[in-house]
């Protein structure tokens, strides 16, 4: 069983930033943190779950990572295997992305954009964007 906790959240002005962490833990499915894609995704109140970034590994295990339009050139998502924990930075922030966090993981190499390709989440994190 794979267990997500997200952190980092809080209240920020606009044209600030926030770095979110996710840290990964494990129970009896043995498998190395390297072996998942990770992703995170975010809900707005009253919207529905929307993607905003993951990030996977090549087969000559090299990084990959893919974004949103809504979120490209100023959140980043990168990972360290090391510490089990996946980050988000975003950097200047809008109130619309005002929303919970979410974290995600799948058992494979190559991330994904569709929510219901990842089997383990995380509670979310609160992210605030004031005018």
């Known amino acids: 069983q794979v267990q997500l906790e997200e952190s980092g959240g809080g209240l920020v002005q606009t044209g600030g930033s926030l770095r979110l962490s996710c840290v990964v833990s494990e129970r009896a499915s043995g498998r190395a943190m390297n072996r998942y894609s990770m992703a995170w995704f975010r809900q707005a109140p009253r919207k529905e779950r929307e993607f905003v970034a993951h990030?996977?590994?090549?087969?000559?295990?090299?990084?990959?990572?893919h974004y949103s339009n809504s979120v490209k050139d100023r959140f980043t998502i990168s990972r360290d295997d090391t510490k089990k924990t996946v980050y988000l930075q975003l950097d200047s922030l809008k109130p619309e992305d005002t929303a919970v966090y979410y974290c995600?993981?799948?058992?494979?190499?190559?991330?994904?954009?569709?929510?219901?390709?990842?089997?383990?989440w995380g509670q979310g994190t609160q992210v605030t964007v004031s005018s």
């Open positions: 995600a993981a799948r058992p494979a190499f190559s991330g994904s954009s569709y929510e219901n390709e990842y089997p383990y």
């Open positions: 990030i996977g590994w090549t087969r000559t295990d090299y990084t990959t990572t």
